[in-house]
C-alpha cells in the first residue's frame, strides 16, 4: 500500500512498490495526461514533479514518490507559472501531433519556475530530455522565451 500526494489529493494505491509511478498514475488512478513513450526515461512524455522536480514516471518505482507531492500535467495549470506555460503554447501553436505535450509543458514549468530568466543554452539543457518527434523545438524555446518575458513584465523585473 502506497500513500501519495497527487495534484494536491491524498491517494492510497495497493501496488506492489517497484511498480513504476507512471502506471499508477494513469492505469490505477486514471490520469491519461501523463504519456507512455520509451519506458525508458530517454524520452521525457511520462514527465511529471515530484517534490517540484521535473522526473521521469516511467522509471520512478512509486516506493520513491510516496510522501511527496506529485504533480500531473492534469493539475499543472493549477499553478501560476504551469498556467502560463499552457497559455503561451496555444498562443505560440507548440502542439502539432500533441503525444509528448505533456511532459514539454511539465520540463518548460519546472525550468521557468527555477530560472525565470533562462537563455538559450539554459532552454536547450532543460528541455534536452524532451523528444518532440514533429520537431517543434524552435516554437517551444519561443514559447519558454515568451512566459519570461510575461512573468518579469509582471513581477517588475527587468529582462
Known amino acids: 500500500m502506497a500513500s501519495l500526494t497527487i495534484n494536491g489529493k491524498s491517494q492510497e494505491v495497493d501496488v506492489p512498490d517497484d511498480m513504476p509511478l507512471l502506471w499508477v498514475i494513469r492505469d490505477?488512478?486514471?490520469?491519461?495526461?501523463?504519456?507512455?513513450?520509451?519506458?525508458?526515461?530517454?524520452?521525457?512524455?511520462?514527465t511529471v514533479h515530484l517534490d517540484g522536480?521535473?522526473?521521469?514516471?516511467?522509471?520512478?518505482?512509486v516506493a520513491a514518490a510516496a510522501g511527496k507531492p506529485i504533480t500531473t500535467?492534469?493539475?499543472?495549470?493549477?499553478?501560476?507559472?504551469g498556467k502560463a506555460v499552457k497559455e503561451a503554447w496555444v498562443e505560440v501553436?507548440?502542439?502539432?501531433?500533441?503525444?509528448?505535450?505533456?511532459?514539454?509543458?511539465?520540463?518548460?514549468?519546472?525550468l521557468i519556475k527555477g530560472n525565470p530568466k533562462p537563455t538559450d543554452e539554459d532552454i536547450d539543457a532543460a528541455m534536452s530530455g524532451n523528444i518532440c518527434r514533429c520537431g517543434t523545438y524552435p516554437r517551444i524555446r519561443a514559447a519558454i522565451k515568451e512566459v519570461a518575458i510575461k512573468q518579469a513584465a509582471s513581477t517588475g523585473a527587468a529582462k
Not at 490505477?28 to 513513450?37: N, V
Not at 500535467?73 to 507559472?81: F, H, M, N, R
Request: glycine share 16%; net charge neutral; proline share 5%.
Open 73 to 81: 500535467i492534469e493539475a499543472i495549470g493549477d499553478d501560476a507559472v
Open 53 to 61: 522536480q521535473p522526473i521521469r514516471s516511467c522509471i520512478t518505482p
Open 28 to 46: 490505477r488512478l486514471g490520469m491519461t495526461g501523463t504519456k507512455f513513450g520509451c519506458g525508458m526515461a530517454m524520452c521525457g512524455a511520462c
Open 93 to 110: 501553436g507548440v502542439p502539432q501531433c500533441g503525444y509528448c505535450q505533456s511532459g514539454q509543458i511539465m520540463s518548460a514549468t519546472a
